[in-house]
């Protein structure tokens, strides 16, 4: 009886370990509406660059929520391990929402910036993505003690 117990239950706690593995391995996929940029979707038109670094992922972590909080109505709601998930907020009040995944081994933040409600963003998930990896790299180059006039 106990035998045939674990060939129920194997299969199914097999199933738990790979969605949780799933969950902090990706990102969403961006929904159909054009308002959302990720680094992992394969459409042109929402697609973004992962952001690189150099260094190791818990600096990389620390210079990505130092340059989150720079933003002006932006908020941290979530950093643990790999993952950074923030809300940004409109002068108008909507809500976008932006998750970021470390990957340590390929040097590289993969980001999603979604807007929470409406249709069109009018490049605004996009703009921001890329205001963030420009800040991202100036904070790391500030960490590195390598200035813009260094080079």
């Keep these: ?24 391995a990706d990102l969403p996929p961006c929904p159909s509406s054009p308002n959302c940029v990720s680094s992992r979707d394969p459409d042109p038109s929402r697609r973004v660059d992962p952001i690189p ?23 941290i709601v979530d950093s643990s391990g790999a ?37 069109w963003d009018f490049g605004v998930n996009r703009r921001r993505v890329e205001a963030i990896r420009v800040a991202f790299g100036n904070v790391m180059e500030q960490r590195r003690g390598v200035g813009p006039g260094s080079r």
Excluded: C, N, Q, W
């Design 1 to 24: 009886m106990r035998t045939f117990l674990i060939f129920l239950l194997l299969p199914g706690l097999s199933l738990l370990a790979s969605a949780a593995g799933a969950g902090e």
């Design 53 to 75: 670094f150099r260094g190791t992922a818990a600096e990389a972590r620390e210079s990505l929520e130092t340059v989150v909080r720079s933003f002006p109505r932006a908020v």
């Design 83 to 119: 993952v950074v998930r923030a809300e940004f907020r409109s002068l108008l009040g909507f809500v976008d929402d932006v998750e970021f995944r470390i990957d340590g081994a390929a040097g590289v933040i993969h980001v999603r910036s979604a807007s929470r409600k409406g249709y």
